[in-house]
């Protein structure tokens, strides 16, 4: 499939390569398809959640893991239900990054993961209970 985007021109996305958001991203509610671009790169730090539904939506995102290696998870088996994991392996973590206008303020969003299963394609934003994480998580400063 075809699809002229805002930041990459035309772009071809695989069938296979579509991931469903059931419940859309909070704020996004209606945008329910996305492909992650950028994340070949073994070594890229940062990458795109882009939007099928609307080509001009686009986040920049980025494994939590990485950039805060004390970070952890604390979602509930229900929160967790329609992404139908069977194995926890199966589950890509990814934080939603905002980069302003000075990059060295760029923030990750650490306490709404967003959760991909791998296996089905399946993905959901959790916002987590916990305070242990910050909204604003400031990457340069982790």
């Known amino acids: 499939?075809?699809?002229?985007?805002?930041?990459f021109g035309e772009i071809i996305v695989n069938e296979n390569d579509i991931l469903h958001f059931p419940a859309g991203l909070p704020g996004f509610e209606n945008v329910k398809k996305y492909t992650l671009?950028?994340?070949?790169?073994?070594?890229?730090?940062?990458?795109?959640?882009q939007s099928i539904d609307d080509p001009n939506l686009a986040f920049v995102v980025t494994d939590p893991f990485s950039i805060n290696p004390e970070y952890f998870e604390d979602v509930d088996d229900a929160e967790t239900e329609e992404l139908q994991t069977k194995d926890a392996e199966d589950v890509l973590t990814l934080a939603i990054v905002t980069v302003p206008e000075n990059v060295k303020n760029a923030t990750a969003n650490l306490k709404a993961p967003v959760l991909i299963n791998l296996q089905n394609n399946?993905?959901?934003?959790?916002?987590?209970?916990?305070?242990?994480?910050p909204v604003k998580y400031?990457?340069?400063?982790?």
């Open 1 to 7: 499939m075809q699809l002229q985007t805002r930041h």
């Open 37 to 49: 671009l950028g994340r070949q790169e073994t070594d890229a730090l940062f990458f795109w959640l």
């Open 122 to 133: 399946k993905g959901k934003q959790i916002i987590m209970k916990n305070e242990t994480f």
């Open 138 to 142: 400031y990457i340069m400063n982790g």
